[in-house]
Structure formats: C-alpha cells, structure tokens
C-alpha cells in the first residue's frame, strides 16, 4: 500500500478529532459508558447498526439520543410496542381522495440515525420489518424498492430477554446488528456524579441545555470511513479472524458460531478501532479489543451449557486465549 500524502493523512487526522469531539459531546449528557460510545463510533464508520442491552434505567435511549444530537443528521425515534405494526416502521400506500390514486407514506424508517426503542417488546413480526431496511438500505412496499437515506444507522435498545412482556430477537436480525453492546449499572462514583449533575438541574430531556451540540456531519464522517477503508490488513490477521471464528463453530458449548459475515463484522470493527487508536493497520489487539461486541450475539449456547452458567461471553473469552495470536 502506498504511503499516504501530506493532505490525505491530514484529512484523516481531522476526521479523527470531529469523532473524537463526537465522544466529548455524548459525555456531557452521559457518564460513564465509554465502551459503549465507543461501539456507537465504530458503528458509524462501519455502516453498521447497534443492539444496546441493560436494565431499563441505564441511559441507553438517551446514550442515542446523545449520539443524535452531536451529528448534524436527521433522526426519528419508534417505541417498539406489541401492538406496532410492520407499516408503522417501513411506511404504506394511502389511498388520496382527491387525486383518487395511492401514494406511499413514508415511515419513521427512512432517516439517517433511527433509534428503536426497546425493539424486543414488539412481536417478530414487526421487527422484522427492519431486516431489508438493515441489509439491504431499502425498503419494499407493494412491490416497489425505496432506497433509505445515506448514512442510515439503527440503534436498538432491549432490556435482557428474562424480562416480561419481550420477545427474543430472531437469529437472522441478530446476525445484521454489526455489534450487540451490554449497558452495565455505573460504578458508585459515576453514580454519585450522575446524581450530581440532576441536583445541579440536569434535564435529560433538554440535551441543548445540557450543552450537546453537533460536532460532526456527513462531510467529517465520509472523511472518516474513507480513511478507515485504506487502513490496512495483512494476511495474518486476516486468518486470525477466520481462525476464531471458525473456533466458535466447533466448540462444544454452542449449537451455532459465528458465520461469514459474521468474521467480516470483526475485521471491519477491528479496523475501525485501529484507525481511531490512530494506526493505519491492524494488530491482533484490535481484533480482541472487538471480539466481544461483535460475536456475542451471534453465537447460540446450548442448553446444558447455558444451565451451567455458561455465557457467549466467557466462550469468546477461552477461544481468544487459545487461538495462536500471530507475530
């Protein structure tokens, strides 16, 4: 690969700051949660979407509501109920009395950053609806494809799948999220500065007087993708991803590992993080770094083994300690 000019590596550096400028901006309305403001990030630069897991009271609709309002972009919200319909999402034909023919409506759907709220309270039904508009960027009514706008991002949140009233995500929408980020509880003193802030009179439903502003638009984040496609990748760790997803397929504690996509999901996320710790090449770390959030929700445990406290987790873990890293 050639050495980049003067004028490209400067174009990446700036990207580099607008995104990382990105992250100060969530931080003002969220604290903590710095792996998860990072996977929103890579997502961004991989065009890929997000699963935002945890107990309901953690931040995770406003972590993306955060994200919205430091992105000059367009954005929509859909509270993901079980009575929603699939047209409520994509749109639909509506007959118009005056010119007596149907026109297409379009739905919440067609937005650059389409934020899914709490998307496994809804029957599979409807949130497969999002699968084409995930896959494909467009979407199909009445036999016509629509293309959705550029870029287009959907983060979903979920609260853990014991809780009541929620349906389990099926497999195949699974396997389009590029990451599935856990939402942990805070530390006790980001719990104590969480706290804090409301005293002071923080309003989580006035991000603008929290002093979110857009930091980033669609101008710094093409920069940005551009500079993480000439990231480079050797044949190394090429094969290092195969190898460990390959791995997941033969371990005896799961039913399903990781597909095809699911190895270009890894090293697509792994040169996202390598451009942004400011490399322009991958090293094996980058690849561990993004293991976890990109193959947990890809793998099915067994039921004998999830009855023994087995998690997705803890089998990326041991596979990552016994893959041969290469030099």
């Known amino acids: 690969m050639s050495a980049p000019t003067p004028e490209t590596a400067e174009s990446s550096d700036r990207a580099r700051a607008s995104l990382e400028a990105l992250r100060t901006e969530i931080a003002k309305a969220v604290v903590g949660q710095d792996p998860a403001v990072t996977g929103l990030v890579v997502a961004l630069l991989c065009r890929g979407h997000v699963l935002l897991e945890g107990v309901p009271g953690v931040a995770k609709t406003l972590l993306v509501r955060a994200l919205a309002a430091s992105l000059e972009l367009d954005t929509k919200r859909v509270q993901f109920t079980p009575d929603l319909m699939p047209s409520d999402v994509t749109g639909s034909l509506v007959y118009d009395s005056h010119t007596s023919e149907f026109s297409f409506q379009p739905g919440p759907v067609f937005t650059n950053l ?7 309270r809804t029957p599979p039904k409807t949130q497969s609806s999002l699968l084409e508009a995930m896959e494909e960027r467009q979407v199909t009514v009445d036999g ?3 293309l959705l706008p ?3 991002l959907v983060a979903a949140t979920q609260n853990p799948v014991e809780y009541e009233g929620t349906y389990p995500l099926p497999e195949a929408q699974l396997d389009r999220f590029l990451l599935k980020l856990t939402v942990p509880l805070p530390s006790r003193e980001d719990e104590i500065n969480v706290l804090t802030r409301h005293a002071e009179g923080f309003n989580p439903r006035d991000l603008e007087a929290a002093g979110v502003r857009p930091v980033a638009g669609p101008a710094e984040l093409e920069a940005a993708r551009l500079a993480v496609a000439k990231t480079s990748v050797s044949a190394e760790i090429a094969a290092y991803v195969v190898d460990i997803c390959r791995a997941t397929r033969e371990s005896p504690s799961l039913t399903l590992g990781a597909s095809p996509r699911g190895a270009t999901a890894l090293l697509s996320t792994a040169r996202a993080w390598a451009w942004l710790t400011g490399r322009d090449y991958v090293i094996p770390d980058d690849v561990k770094a993004l293991a976890l959030p990109t193959l947990r929700h890809r793998l099915q445990l067994r039921p004998e083994a ?3 406290g ?3 987790d803890s089998v990326i873990t041991a596979i990552l300690a016994h893959v041969p890293v290469p030099r």
């Open 114 to 120: 389409l934020l899914a709220d709490e998307i496994n």
């Open 144 to 146: 016509t494809p629509r």
């Open 150 to 152: 550029d870029p287009f």
């Open 306 to 308: 999830e009855m023994e």
């Open 310 to 312: 087995v998690t997705a």
